[in-house]
């Protein structure tokens, strides 16, 4: 089966399970998305949501969060993995926001790749999320998928995301990155599937017999 002919089934066969899929971290604006993304590196979305349902509650803006200062931020984030850093970025970039960008999150991945914490993946998310900028944002999930099915050689993140994007029409984009993502935590997990158990798997590859080992990003 060529690249290309695997890529066609992709689409169809998550169309079809996740016709609209949600943005799993809980948010209300595109601030919010933005610290929501930050807090979620080495963390899981659950926990992020959970943590920040309290946290969105008194500081849902730039200007808020910035009044809360370091420590009071730490203070409702202190269960997330890198806490620490994580409530000094989260102070700064707020106040850089405030300070740079007029108090609005700004709108180009090099200005979002620009503010504390904020790497390419996260200014993807906002991108396509927020801004509607058509972008593909990879996480772990994406990253073990994408080898599975035979679409990267998964060499580094970076160039993932280029197979991706090289592959799959540019319209799909914002979409897919989501439904790859609900695919991958409820079918083709980490231990579920060694690349020969769940459908899309057996599907692209029926005569795969052994455990494929995916490179880690």
Not at 125 to 151: A, K
Not at 153 to 162: H, L, Y
Not at 194 to 210: A, E, N, Q, S, V
């Amino acid at each position: 089966m060529k690249k290309s002919e695997r890529a066609e089934i992709i689409l169809k066969e998550l169309k079809e399970l996740y016709p609209s899929p949600p943005i799993p971290l809980n948010h209300t604006n595109a601030f919010t998305l933005l610290v929501a993304v930050v807090l979620s590196a080495q963390s899981t979305d659950k926990k992020v949501n959970e943590l920040t349902k309290e946290l969105f509650k008194v500081a849902d803006t730039p200007e808020k969060m910035k009044e809360l200062g370091v420590s009071r931020i730490y203070e409702y984030i202190k269960q997330l993995g890198l806490s620490n850093q994580k409530s000094k970025n989260i102070y700064l970039l707020s106040k850089l926001i405030i300070e740079e960008f007029h108090g609005q999150v700004p709108n180009s991945f090099e200005e979002l790749e620009s503010l504390p914490g904020v790497g390419h993946k996260t200014a993807s998310v906002v991108m396509s999320q927020v801004f509607n900028i058509p972008s593909f944002p990879v996480d772990t999930h994406i990253h073990r998928l994408s080898q599975r099915w035979g679409i990267t050689n998964g060499d580094n993140v970076r160039q993932t995301e280029k197979d991706l994007k090289n592959i799959f029409p540019i319209s799909e984009w914002n979409t897919l990155h989501l439904q790859i993502i609900f695919y991958g935590r409820e079918h083709c997990t980490a231990r579920g599937c060694d690349g020969t158990k769940c459908l899309m798997c057996r599907t692209l590859y029926p005569k795969r017999k052994k455990k494929f080992i995916c490179k880690k990003p």
